[in-house]
């Protein structure tokens, strides 16, 4: 059974940092890429940023771009999203993707999205 476990989220006062933690299990991701979406309160869920399988190429949202970084540890079976200098309106439920395979033009979209974690939740107070 193929899981997808995020963890690390939580509160934080704005400004802050947190380090979320997607761990994979049930079969292997190293060839495929990976992400990370949010779907804020009352709103649709949206793209955060992906990552290539080698790691070499990374995507992110506008929004998050020089606050965010994705990375991978294929021999650890994880995926990582760096959340710096974050804003109240960095508030969302923060979803882990896996990607199918040579799906990293179609991540940005979610149609590349091949299976999805169950979401943890990130609050930013003001």
């Known amino acids: 059974q193929v899981q997808l476990v995020e963890s690390g989220g939580g509160l934080v006062q704005a400004g802050g940092s947190l380090r979320l933690s997607c761990v994979t299990s049930?079969?292997?991701?190293?060839?495929?890429?990976m992400g990370w979406f949010r779907q804020p309160p009352g709103k649709e869920r949206e793209f955060v940023a992906a990552i290539r399988w080698s790691g070499g190429y990374t995507d992110y949202a506008d929004s998050v771009k020089g606050r965010f970084t994705i990375s991978r540890d294929n021999a650890k079976n994880t995926v990582y999203l760096q959340m710096n200098s974050l804003k109240p309106e960095d508030t969302a439920v923060y979803y882990c993707?896996?990607?199918?395979?040579?799906?990293?033009?179609?991540?940005?979209?979610?149609?590349?999205?091949?299976?999805w974690g169950k979401g943890t939740l990130v609050t930013v107070s003001s």
């Open positions: 993707a896996a990607g199918f395979e040579a799906s990293m033009p179609t991540m940005r979209s979610g149609y590349g999205v091949e299976y």
């Open positions: 049930g079969r292997t991701f190293s060839s495929t890429p």
